[in-house]
């Protein structure tokens, strides 16, 4: 019989809605019902896509005798992260302090009253590999809620006023310097694995945002080092196992230090971030592998993750079935040598294994190999090579596919609306800003009310009641200013700056400092505030940006200000912690250059005008603002930055200010490009 969760709308809470264990969604009423039982509360916190969480699930919470003791001693709360991320970061802050390291699933340990007192990760159903068994830790965390009550009060008392005290004393100072960022990047360049590409060692996720940093410092200075460190990246992820070398896109991450074999999931963010970087790449180089890796991810985001209802699902599952029965990580993905003969015959298979680095041994599990391009230097047939693939992918499709989270994320769909706008007018493909323009349209009708407060997530068509973060205002802002500069349609911009005044009024204190959630959103043990960069840009470097940005297309003020208060934590954490806040220095390099500002005027179907705009897109100035407009037409009422911009005798003309200054107009895209930099 189907317990409560059956009636949520997170694919990660119904994929619990049959467990024999007597689930809560995060509620007043699974406290009160714990108070009322006076039993502690299990939270469980994964999301849907989350290899080990499916393993958990399996183990234990679908065992019989584990649930049936979870529903006598326990009041059991399943959270779905990316639906509660307010909820996931002040419990995960919590077991990273107690235990040093964190991770989903999460297992934590609450009094009635919401305050965590014992924690962990995944915990098999026996003791293995010296972890204790799932039923040993709740027989003992039963045992001492029955016996040592009042210890488990100190313990949790302790840990919520310890989080209580935890204060971001860098608010609301200065922005960045130029030496603070020239500091930042020797600190990456001693982090940079230069023979492998990316940061640090395994597991080595993508660097999404240090990479933009590291472009952009490029622009502005001239640093070939930075610029040598983007593309070495870039280049070794493109050819390894994190990169679906059949289908496009990125896996989330790669479990050793040379992007070989990756945790299979696929997320949307990682793509999105991934496809504008390698757009930036190949805008900065010419390169035509960053071109490729670029659309082939925009292809994959509109084939695999676009929803009938234009938006964007949160991510595929690692796992899948392999064929025989068994629900395997990266089964739909891996090769062994028999399955290229079986489906290339003994030629071509032995061209793929070569070209693919496909061996005997494997590079995965079971002989099996994780796809990659080993070889950069060996010249091949590329009409061959492409009729493997193709005809690899069409057997691959045959295989029993990854689940897919159809939940949309707004902010996440704010990435992809702006990765999308931009590989769309970059490389000629209106298919691209047409998918971008769908996303938002869905996001201003189903997530968006009549107050410009945002839900975080809807499926189907139907919005959740949960309430947006900080990260979805600030990266749907961002989205929506990434399509006007593309499409010249101002609305984008007013839909941005409603948004970005939500941020000012709900998510700031007096001294300029961000938290993630409203100052009106329900109240947790600890009001969630995280400057850092992880997997995707946090909701307070993402929101400098955004104000930054509107700041420039409007003239305003105060939303110049409010990001300059904000990038104040990028001052302190920049040169100790790059590589967790790369997105801050990329504005924090928005801010040394201006950042300019370019009116295109003139009919929007004249191919001068066109020229003019592009040439603009193009430009590579860190966080440069793009406006396109007729003239005097209703679009300058929404961008400011249009107003009194006439005609050059007649022909369509370009505007470039910086600093509050505005050079003379040009009808000449050779003379823009020089104005900005290119010429």
Known sequence: MPNRLAHETSPYLLQHADNPVDWWPWSPEAFTDARRRDVPVLLSVGYSSCHWCHVMAHESFEDEEIAAYLNEHFVSVKVDREERPDIDAVYMEAVQAATGHGGWPMTVFLTPDAEPFYFGTYFPP????????????LEGVAAAWRDRRDEVGEVAGRIVGELSQRTLGAAGGPPPAADELHMALMALTRDFDAVRGGFGGAPKFPPSMVLEFLLRHHVRTGSAAALDMVTATCEAMARGGIHDQL????????VDNGWVVPHFEKMLYD??????????????????????VALDTADFLVRELRTEQGGFASALDADSDDGQGRHREGAYYVWTPEQLRETLGEADAELAADYFGVTDEGTFEEGASVLQLPDSERLVDAERIASVRERLLAARARRPRPGRDDKIVAGWNGLAIAALAEAGAYFDRPDLVQAATDAADLLVRTHMDWNARLFRTSLDGVAGSHAGVLEDYANVAEG?????????????????????????????DEEGALFDTA?????L?????????????SGWTAAAGALLTYAALTGSAPHREAAERALGVVRVLGPKAPRFIGWGLSVAEALLDGPYEVAVVGP???PATGELHRTALLSQRPGLAVA??????????????????PLLDGRPAAYVCRGFTCDAPTSDPEELAAKLGRG
Not at 248 to 254: C, D, K, L, P, V
Not at 480 to 508: C, K, N, P, Y
Not at 526 to 536: C, E, L, S, V, Y
């Open 525 to 537: 043990i600890r009001r969630p505030q995280d400057p850092t960069d992880n997997a995707t840009p």
């Open 271 to 292: 793509n999105a971030l991934l496809c504008r970087v390698y757009a930036h790449l190949w805008r900065a180089t010419g390169s035509g592998l960053a071109r490729r």
């Open 247 to 254: 289908g496009g896109g990125f896996a989330r991450y790669s």
């Open 628 to 645: 396109l407009g007729e003239p005097a037409s209703a679009t300058a009422a929404e961008v400011p930055l249009l107003a009194d911009r």
């Open 126 to 137: 026996a003791p293995r590999h010296g972890m204790p068994g799932f039923r040993q830790v």
């Open 480 to 508: 929506f200013l990434a399509l006007s500069a593309v499409t010249g349609e101002g609305v984008w911009v007013d839909f941005a700056g409603l948004l970005l005044d939500t941020v000012l009024i709900r998510f700031r």
């Open 604 to 606: 929007l179907d004249d």
């Open 519 to 523: 100052d009106d959103a329900e109240s």
